[in-house]
């Protein structure tokens, strides 16, 4: 009787330890991906404002317009992706790019901010050349990101939809 517990018991636990890293990562992608849902409707928010801003806000008004809608926005993205704290290896590192991706155009919004607020630098040409690389630079990560999102995607999931 107790070699029928024991082994039923053994049997067990090596079935939860066997189905819970391939679950819990998956369980974790599950959540990952709200998060990055909301991020990204965070990032779409900003993206129309910057092009609203380019589109019909005067450069009089452009200093506010930072102060006011697209700093604070940055702020409240880079806030949100920081306090995601992934568990599994795999989606820490994926976050780790997108939080750089982020910091890239954090980067890049504060020294557009900065030739917005001195118009008579001498150094605005090598300015405006740093804030386009930054900008570059997360377009390049946000890319990084959407490959590796996709990879992570096809290994923990069976079907074609997170679970």
């Known amino acids: ?10 049997m067990v636990i090596l ?3 066997n189905s819970t890293g391939a679950e819990s990562i998956n369980d974790e992608l599950h959540d990952y991906r709200n998060d990055w849902q909301e991020l990204q ?11 609203e801003s380019q589109r019909n806000v005067r450069y009089p008004e ?23 704290e992934p568990n599994h290896e795999e989606i820490r590192e994926l976050h780790g790019i ?16 900065e030739l917005v607020n001195d118009e008579d630098s001498d150094n605005s040409i090598d300015n405006s050349v740093q804030a386009g690389e930054y900008m570059a630079e997360a377009e390049d990560l946000q890319l990084r990101f959407n490959e590796q999102w ?14």
């Open 98 to 113: 997108q939080e750089e991706a982020i910091e890239k155009l954090e980067m890049s919004m504060k020294i557009t901010y």
């Open 1 to 10: 009787m107790i070699k029928k517990y024991l082994s039923m018991m053994s």
């Open 62 to 84: 452009l200093e506010a317009f930072y102060e006011e809608e697209l700093l604070p926005q940055l702020d409240e993205m880079a806030n949100y992706a920081e306090d995601i």
């Open 150 to 163: 996709d990879a992570l995607f096809d290994e923990y999931n069976e079907d074609d939809e997170v679970k």
């Open 41 to 51: 409707s965070m990032m779409d928010e900003f993206y129309d404002q910057l092009d």
């Open 15 to 17: 079935a939860s330890c």
